[in-house]
């Protein structure tokens, strides 16, 4: 996304991470307000101090960021959270359905593609509608490690692309 930014389109305020990342370097890097709230210690929080961070921002893109969003948060961003899955939703999604382990099911299920779908966020995990997707073909010789990062290039695409038409509308 940093890498990305169209400052005519979308700019970074602030990245926020649950847990340690390369992401919050990155932004750092480029003159982006990096902030670490780790799940761990925040907990029940951890939403509270996301919200205190986040008050003038037009829109919330969760991206590599694993905890479940707290339902309170989501009603008062409706509309306005975003989230990027490694899979074409609504397959592969919900509760356990992250990472590798997305990866790891397509390949267990001979699947023929995958892909990566932006979506908006709602109580339902994975569950909120598809903004927009793109497809990656599964090969025979394809691991979950491989597929996975096949997909990560695409998903480096996709969500750039998506805050830009979501941008314009």
Known sequence: MIDSQDNDYYKIDIVIADRDCGGLNIAENAGIKALLLDRKIYKKDLFKKIDEEISNIDLVVLAGFLSIV???????????????????????????????????????????????????????????????????????????????????????????????????I
């Open 70 to 168: 707290d339902s309170d948060f989501i009603k008062k961003w409706e509309g306005k959270i975003i989230n990027i899955h490694p899979s074409l939703l609504p397959k592969y999604g919900g509760k356990g359905m992250y990472g590798i382990h997305v990866h790891e099911a397509v390949i267990a299920n001979d699947e023929k593609e995958s892909g990566c779908t932006v979506h908006y966020v709602t109580d339902t995990i994975d569950g909120g509608d598809i903004i927009m997707q793109a497809k990656v073909p599964v090969k025979e010789d394809d691991t979950a490690d491989i597929l996975q990062k096949r997909i990560l290039v695409e998903e480096h695409k996709l969500l750039p692309a998506t805050v830009k038409k979501l941008s314009k």
